[in-house]
């Protein structure tokens, strides 16, 4: 298994210019999320999506967009990238909720640099 | 929105030492769990242990423990018989209420092992 992947690890970007970071799972974990680490930071969650056709948003959703068409991928779309976008971030994945299972597995994060 | 403290941003420990991390966080909910996670240079983030907050019994896993203190609001993280590898960031990430697997992350706090 290869867990969850992410890509690509790295990324430099111009101010205005849009992309999308991807993350796939091969662990059929219904529960996706997308988180970002600042220096000094610990990590905080800007979208999760409980199921494929079903996302929300976290704590700083804002220039960001994701969906969720297939179970295994949760792709995170920057539209416009700004300087303030300039993070790691990091996907990762959980069993479903009704399980009782809540750890969560993480991807090797993105390196993203805005210019 | 829920705050995690760690009041350790950066720790010291020899080799074969024991060491504690401490841990508050604020929460309104009866029932959800906590969770230490390492990240070491390589910036993969690894579960070290969790807690049940309904399980008065602390969680042990190998050379890792927890002290919880549920009326406090209070996760301590001890590390006995400290190795090289132990090296590493270490953050406190309680969840949003049982299964809801949304984490709130503290800043983390970075250990050394001194050989």
Known sequence: NAG????PKFQVLKTGQSMTLQCAQDMNHEYMSWYRQDPGMGLRLIHYSVG?????????????????STTE???LRLLSAAPSQTSVYFCASSYSISSGANVLTFGAGSRLTVL | AQTVTQSQPEMSVQEAETVTLSCTYDTSESDYYLFWYKQPPSRQMILVIRQEAYKQQNATENRFSVNFQKAAKSFSLKISDSQLGDAAMYFCAPDSGAGSYQLTFGKGTKLSVIP
């Not at chain 1, 494929?52 to 969720?68: H, K, L, W």
């Open chain 1, 52 to 68: 494929a056709g079903i996302t929300d948003q976290g704590e700083v959703p804002n220039g960001y967009n994701v969906s969720r």
């Open chain 1, 4 to 7: 969850v992947t992410q890509t």
């Open chain 1, 73 to 75: 991928d949760f792709p």
